[in-house]
């Protein structure tokens, strides 16, 4: 495994790469990894020649300060889970090497994200989206891959991304990876690691409720499964509902009829102490 660390080195390797014909598959993380990306690695090895996978911490997509500088950083280990699941090269550059100047300092660019972005996680973190679509795009013209892999867990991120990729004209195909859970139903998270005994033992609760919903949902209303799931939450000490919204899958929109939709899905955000996880999970699929 090769680890690069600036935009030229990586950019030189794909280039060559793809000149013998190489398909490149991406796998952009903020490192932090656990089973979860390992799954999008391991997905992403088998389906291409070459698997670049990136650890980047982006500043640009944190609005809040000390959401970036809690965020767990464990480079060393990264590498080593990189290599043992057989990736090709990693690309780890420094903020300055990814942002010249600073994050700040660049040419202000605003991306058509669609409405999807405009909703959930978008009216809760105030220019996160912008933040994300800004350094994916900046990956997805560094390294050019062929497919990039996201996992559902961020299951907004991937329909913005999505909504970027086709309005900045970029040729490559998103993957969506379903969600990797522990044995008790909580989401991988990096974010699970800042968890305290406590709360690692109250966060299972998140699933098991939204879990518990979708059979609640045949005989109950948009309405009465959505504050099913939050008053349930909200009764469990250390949890707080941010958010919940059940929405139509493809337009990330709120329903109010299950017959709206024929792909209905709910999203949902909730601060375990000082530590925001997200879920969702699926009410409704086609056919």
């Not at 089973?35 to 997905?43: F, M, P, T």
């Not at 989401?187 to 998140?206: G, V």
């Not at 949902?268 to 925001?276: A, L, P």
Request: net charge negative; proline share 6%; glycine share 6%.
């Amino acid at each position: 495994m090769i680890i690069f660390r600036t935009v030229s080195e990586v950019s030189d390797f794909v280039a060559r790469e793809k000149e013998r014909g190489a398909s490149v598959g991406l796998v952009p993380t903020m490192g932090a990894l656990h089973d979860g990306h390992i799954s999008l690695v391991e997905k992403a090895v088998k389906e291409n020649e070459v698997t670049v996978v990136s650890v980047f911490v982006n500043p640009t997509q944190f609005n809040n300060p000390n959401d970036l500088a809690t965020y767990p950083r464990q480079e060393e280990e990264d590498f080593k889970l990189l290599s043992r699941a057989g990736v090709t090269a990693v690309f780890a550059p420094t903020v300055e090497e990814m942002y010249p100047g600073g994050p700040d300092a660049q040419p202000p660019h605003e991306f058509r994200l669609g409405t999807a972005a405009e909703v959930m996680e978008g009216k809760y973190r105030p220019g996160h989206f912008q933040g994300v679509a800004q350094v994916v795009s900046l990956l997805f013209r560094i390294v050019r891959p062929d497919r990039a892999y996201f996992g559902e867990k961020d299951f907004q991120q991937i329909a913005v991304i999505r909504n970027m990729v086709e309005s900045e004209g970029i040729k490559v195909d998103i993957v969506a990876c379903p969600i990797k859970r522990a044995d008790d139903g909580l989401a991988l998270s990096s974010r699970n690691a800042l968890l305290n005994e406590q709360q690692r033992k109250a966060a299972p609760e998140i699933y098991a409720a939204l879990k518990d919903s979708v059979d609640y949902s045949r005989s109950h209303s948009v309405r009465a499964t959505h504050d099913n799931v939050v008053e349930r939450i909200n009764a469990v000490p250390g949890l707080e509902v941010e958010y919940f919204e059940i929405v139509d899958a493809r337009t990330l929109q709120a329903i109010d009829e299950w017959e709206e939709s024929p792909w209905v899905v709910g999203c949902i955000t909730v601060y375990c102490g000082k530590v925001r996880l997200i879920d969702n999970i699926a009410y409704r699929l086609p056919g």
